[in-house]
């Protein structure tokens, strides 16, 4: 029998996890993390928080880039992290790039009462893209409207939206629960009493409404909403790990802001040894063919006891 969630009895998540693993990441030095890439698995360490951010919107360009009427290309983005998003709208519009064949795939967004929450919404992903991407563009540049795909309460629209063009990258960003968009572990019950489901079953999951975890809970409040819990739904759409594998690529950018030194040494640590548990969400992209994490030096901090 599985340990039960030191923080959430109800749900699976990493406290749940062989205490070995947890030990292990924990005793991780930054050297350490470097030396887990492998082929398919890239980590990657930037000094200043200006060539991290600066590196993260340059993978919009690139993929943009390669657009043609014939094979349109885009990519998915998140929000959280955002301080990529006004770069990429600024590079778009120096470099006088037309986003006539593009596509962009919006990660996810908040549900509330069993519909996606509107626009006008405070906490709205949507809403947020075209504040700091969208909206900063030059019209003459546009991505055109039918190219923007963001989830909906009904996900067929946009589950069918991935066949229109390649994905070559998903970026993301990672939970406190360890998940990319908001693919959150499930609850501990019915038929998942006694373990959560298998990777292959969870990699088969597409975008849906997810109960989201305690944990993910609190971290938007602290992220976004100044501690107010009450502010935040308690259910979102998210892409699914079936949307993910036709991404091309996968890269995962921690500043340190979202996850603590812990979370951003446990993720590496599965994925670079390939040890997939849906318990942990982000360690199933072990089986990704090309997935790379993204750190900033500075927010990678240690696993030290220090009281305050």
Not at 45 to 70: G, N
Not at 102 to 121: K, L, T
């Amino acid at each position: 029998m599985r340990p039960t969630s030191l923080v959430a009895p109800g749900w699976w998540d990493y406290t749940t996890l062989d205490r070995e693993i947890l030990e292990d990441a924990a005793r991780l030095t930054v050297e350490d993390i470097q030396g887990l890439s492998r082929p398919g698995f890239t980590v990657k360490i930037y000094e200043t928080r200006e060539d991290f951010y600066l590196a993260e919107a340059l993978e919009y360009i690139q993929a943009w880039r390669q657009a043609t009427p014939d094979c349109p290309t885009g990519v998915c983005g998140p929000i959280g992290p955002t301080e990529q998003l006004p770069l990429v709208a600024r590079l778009v519009n120096e470099l006088e790039l037309s986003l006539r064949h593009c596509h962009f795939w919006g990660m996810d967004e908040w549900v509330m009462n069993g519909r996606e929450v509107p626009e006008d919404f405070p906490l709205s992903f949507a809403r947020t893209d075209r504040e700091l991407l969208f909206n900063r563009i030059r019209p003459d540049l546009k991505m055109p409207e039918e190219n923007i795909h963001f989830p909906k309460a009904d996900t067929r629209p946009y589950i069918e939206s991935w066949k229109q063009a390649k994905c070559l990258v998903m970026q993301g960003g990672q939970g406190e629960v360890k998940h990319w968009a908001f693919n959150d572990p499930p609850k501990r019950e019915a038929p998942y009493q006694d373990s959560p489901p298998s990777p292959a079953e969870y990699r088969r999951l597409t975008t849906r409404i997810v109960d989201l975890h305690p944990m993910t809970i609190i971290q938007n409040a602290r992220t976004s909403g100044g501690g107010v819990v009450t502010s935040v739904p308690t259910q979102a759409i998210s892409v699914g790990p079936a949307e993910t594998w036709l991404a091309e690529k996968v890269s995962i950018w921690q500043a340190g802001n979202h996850d603590n030194p812990f979370g951003q040494r446990l993720t590496a640590l599965m994925i670079g040894k390939k040890i997939p548990d849906s318990s942990v969400p982000m360690s199933l992209l072990a089986d990704h063919p090309n997935v790379q994490f993204n750190y900033l030096r500075g927010g990678i901090g240690a696993c030290d006891v220090e009281m305050h």
